[in-house]
């Protein structure tokens, strides 16, 4: 009888441990606990504009206002904040539809160091234009970094950098909206430091137009750079942002409002009416 009792308790609790392993198993993991995957507070692609609008010092500047903005003392303050004190960050240029090139990989940011070597990085590469605007296009090429970043963010950014509205490419709301869908947080920064021209099909009230068009996400947010002098400042306001998980206290207007004040086709129609296609 009393075999047979431990024999009972043994099988009991064999089977409560297979029940445990089996239910272990079949639960969906939790997001930052994937295996393999470095932790890290956010997945951050910088997404920069290189279009033919965009002028050569126009290009410097925004290329030096990126080193510097991940090298400033306010930036490694936001990053000691996170639970994981820890950022992943790429960097891609991008103009026409097809015109996208990743001039820093994924890198692990955790202080002073590894941020001062993604920043030398950046400032390092050549410098160069490309035709056509299809932020579209990098919205989309910057979501399936994701895919393969090696890190695991509890955010995950896409920081899109311009001077003009798409006019290449797929739809940029419906681009905007497929992002959206896959948990991505998509932030703005307008260039607005030139007057509109028709030569370079800039439009007015560009920041509109991304507010309304562009960006998406719970707590999408943009900053627009409308001094030269300013410009730094703007990149490195909205990179601390990005990292501390906060939006400007000043902004009013929701992201993707129901009504866009800005047509979101107005690219797309002002190279028809210059092209004719």
């Not at 410097?60 to 510097?68: N, P």
């Not at 400032?123 to 399936?144: D, E, H, V, Y």
């Not at 000043?250 to 979101?264: K, Y």
């Amino acid at each position: 009888m009393i075999r047979r009792a431990s024999f009972l308790v043994v099988t009991a609790v064999a089977c409560a441990l297979a029940l445990a392993t089996w239910r272990s198993a079949a639960a969906p993991m939790p997001r930052g606990g994937e295996p393999g995957k470095v932790q890290v507070d956010v997945e951050l692609v910088l997404a920069v504009d290189i279009s033919y609008s965009m002028d050569m010092d126009e290009l410097a500047l925004q290329r030096d206002g990126y080193a510097r903005a991940l090298t400033s003392r306010e930036f490694m303050q936001a990053l000691r904040q996170g639970i994981h004190g820890k950022v992943a960050v790429t960097y891609f240029e991008w103009a026409g539809a097809t015109e996208q090139r990743v001039i820093v990989p994924w890198r692990l940011i955790e202080g002073p160091e590894t941020a001062d070597s993604v920043a030398t990085e950046i400032a390092q590469a050549p410098l160069r234009r490309a035709a056509r605007t299809s932020i579209s296009g990098a919205l989309l090429f910057g979501a399936a970094l994701f895919d393969v970043s090696g890190f695991r963010g509890i955010r995950r950014v896409i920081d899109v950098s311009g001077d003009g509205a798409n006019n290449h490419g797929q739809l940029v709301t419906v681009a905007r909206d497929e992002v959206v869908s896959k948990g991505i947080v998509i932030n703005g920064l307008p260039v607005m430091l030139k007057r509109p021209s028709y030569t370079t099909m800039d439009i007015e009230l560009l920041d509109e137009y991304y507010e309304d068009c562009v960006i998406g996400g719970p707590g999408a947010f943009m900053v627009p750079v409308r001094d030269r002098d300013k410009f730094v400042e703007a990149i490195r306001t909205k990179l601390v942002l990005e990292i501390a998980g906060r939006v400007p206290e000043a902004r009013l207007i929701p992201a993707a409002a129901s009504a866009p004040r800005v047509s979101c086709t107005i690219g797309e129609r002002i190279w028809q009416e210059r092209w004719g296609n």
